[in-house]
Structures are given as C-alpha cells and as structure tokens.
C-alpha cells in the first residue's frame, strides 16, 4: 500500500489503465467520471438525501448502468464514502496516497462527508434530531438501537432499527413519541421526595464536591480512545462494502451507519465535555427541583434539553413492546429508592449521609 498501487477491481468511476513501466493503475473512466463529479456536488449543497439523490439522477438520466438504471442506496452510500476519489486509498484503517489521478478535490469530498453525518449547516430538510433516537434507547429483546421514523409527515414513531433482519419473539411494535415522553416523565416522578427528605436530600447534594479535572479528563482520554477503535472498525467495514456484492454490500452498509451513529454519539459527549458545556440538566440539584413539578415543566422543554435530563438521570434505557424500562444513574438510584421511605429511616442510609 505505502508504493499506492490498488490490489482490487477500482471503483465505480474509474477502469485499469496504464500507469507508468508499463503497470496497471487505475484511470478515470471518460464515461462515469463525470457522473461521480455530479454525484459529489449535488450531495455536498446538503439539499440531498441519499433517497432524494437517487430521484435526481434518474430523472437527469445519470444511471448506473444500462440494465441497472437506477442506483440503489447502497451504490451511492460506498460511493461518497470511498477515500478513492481523492486520490487515497484506504487499508486496514489507515489511508495511504494512491498513484491513481483523483476525480473529486478534497474541499469537496470532506463537505459531503459532513452532510452524510449530519454536520453540516445546511439546511437538508429530511434529516431530523430526534429527542430519544441516536442510540439513547435499546431494544429489549436484540439490544440494537431504536431508533425514529416520522409518519405523515407530523407524527414521530420510534421502533427497533434492526425489526427487519433478527428475528423477536414478539414483532416490534411502531411507539409514538408521547408514550416514550410519558413513560420518562412517570420514571422522573419517581424522584419527587417528601418534603423533609427533599430538603435534607439539597443539603446533601449542596455538599457534594464537583468532579475533579483529573476525572474529567480521564473521561476525555477514555472518549478519544473509543472514537478512534469505532472509527477504524467503520472505515473497516466500508472497505468490505466497497468490494463486496451488492447482496452482501447492503449488510456492510447498516453496520456503517449504526458505527457512524456511535462515533456521532461519543463526539457529542466528547465535545460537551471539552468546551465545558453540561447544562444545568447535568447538575443534580436541577434535576432534583425539576422533578418536583416535572409533570408541569418538563413537557414545556426543548427536545436537546429534554435529552441532557434523560442522559443525566437515565442508563440503560430499553424498549420492550411499548413498554420503557431503564435504571437511575447515581445520586438519583439512591433518591428513587428512598422516595417512599419515612424521612428519618431515609437519613440511616450510609450512602445518602451527608459529610460534616
């Protein structure tokens, strides 16, 4: 690989040729070059959607192949996602110089990589954040993520995304947003202590030492390190894409989007951490007076907001049928548990005691 000489068919794009002493090396192909330079610009102007990309060739006549007119997600999923095009050539998860003439600049390559994860400021009206997809919850009975589908164009609906290729004991049923929001908000009230104990339980928290630079940059390190395995494992897995059957490409191309998706999720955290932005969602006298009256405010909140107080007091959160179960992160498994409890049985607690 460090010589840049490509071992496999080129992609879509590009045809052997010959390079110099007489080798082979991969040339643009006169008759697809100039539909992948459209196909890279049109997805770069974040207007696009695989799905709307795939109506707009067909309609300008820019098909796969004669008996294949119409390109399939997959094809155009490999396609702007393949280093190839830039002159590089990607193995074992490292990129190395290719030999081979690049057909797409790179300015324009990495904006369609922002636009195919999402991070891009241009406005592409498909895509959509979802408050409780992205990886927040898991299926029950696969453990894959759940994740949103907006139906007649108003109503969010949330459901495993893996319903179609592993088998359930029960079919995965299709849960609008509301019963998600209801079930979060019946588990917050779980937190709403009487009065005597919400008042010891603020001065408790009150003398609970903020966590330490050094933990918090453990924290960072352990991120860094797990963007970087899932990024070699995706950069992996579309390399198998890129040289895999249609039949088997397509099974490629979900693993990707699901390590995309992780990558996305540890980004954030990652980021939130670093710029020192936790909101006050993450600060759990927040969390503690907002459960007091979360029936009446937390409806009211905006869907990242809503998602910072699920993250904070929420793990392991599942989806079994239309039924949300999940476990409290600490201080708020120790608060739930003693919600119920008379106030001076709750204070014997070893772990709720207060420091002098």
């Known amino acids: 690989m460090e010589a840049g000489e490509y071992p496999h068919r080129p992609p879509y794009g590009y045809r052997m040729g010959e390079g110099p002493n007489g080798s082979k090396l991969p040339v643009p192909d006169p008759d697809k070059a100039d539909a992948v330079h459209i196909i890279f610009s049109l997805?770069?102007?974040?207007?696009?959607?695989?799905?709307?990309?795939?109506?707009?060739?067909?309609?300008?006549?820019?098909?796969?192949s004669p008996s294949t007119?119409?390109?399939?997600?997959?094809?155009?999923?490999?396609?702007?996602?393949?280093?190839?095009?830039?002159?590089?050539?990607?193995?074992?998860?490292?990129?190395?110089?290719?030999?081979?003439?690049p057909i797409v600049d790179e300015h324009t390559w990495q904006q369609v990589q922002k636009v195919l994860d999402g991070r891009n400021n241009s406005s592409c009206p498909e895509r959509r954040q979802f408050t409780y997809g992205h990886g927040l919850i898991k299926c029950a009975p696969c453990g894959y993520n759940v994740t949103a589908e907006i139906h007649k164009q108003r109503y969010v609906y949330y459901i495993c995304s893996q319903r179609r290729y592993h088998e359930h004991p029960v079919k995965p049923a299709w849960v609008r947003e509301p019963v998600i929001e209801s079930q979060i908000i019946g588990m917050l009230e779980e937190l709403c202590l009487p009065k005597d104990v919400y008042d010891w339980a603020?001065?408790?928290?009150?003398?609970?030492?903020?966590?330490?630079?050094?933990?918090?940059?453990?924290?960072?390190?352990r991120l860094k390190r797990r963007i970087s395995e899932t990024q070699a494992t995706l950069d992996a897995?579309?390399?198998?894409?890129?040289q895999a059957d249609?039949?088997?490409?397509?099974g490629f191309m979900r693993l990707a989007r699901q390590k995309q998706e992780e990558i996305t999720v540890l980004e954030q955290r990652r980021n939130q951490i670093e710029n020192g932005k936790q909101e006050n969602?993450?600060?759990p006298i927040k969390i503690l007076e907002l459960a007091q009256n979360v029936s009446d405010q937390y409806v009211t909140f905006s869907p990242p907001y809503k998602r910072q107080i699920v993250e904070s007091v929420f793990t392991n959160l599942q989806l079994a049928d239309v039924s949300l179960y999940g476990e409290y992160r600490l201080p708020f498994s120790i608060l739930a548990e003693n919600t119920n409890r008379p106030p001076d049985y709750a204070r014997q607690d070893s772990n709720l005691r207060p420091t002098d």
């Not at 997805?43 to 796969?64: C, H, K, P, V, W």
């Not at 897995?237 to 890129?242: E, G, K, P, V, Y």
Request: proline share 3%.
């Open 237 to 242: 897995i579309l390399l198998r894409a890129a």
């Open 43 to 64: 997805m770069a102007s974040g207007r696009y959607s695989i799905d709307t990309l795939r109506r707009e060739l067909f309609e300008r006549g820019i098909y796969f």
């Open 69 to 101: 007119p119409r390109w399939t997600r997959s094809h155009l999923a490999k396609l702007l996602r393949h280093p190839f095009y830039i002159g590089k050539i990607l193995w074992r998860g490292q990129n190395y110089e290719g030999k081979h003439e």
């Open 202 to 221: 603020m001065a408790y928290l009150s003398d609970t030492p903020a966590k330490d630079h050094a933990g918090t940059q453990k924290e960072v390190v």
């Open 246 to 250: 249609d039949g088997l490409a397509d």
């Open 281 to 283: 969602t993450c600060d």
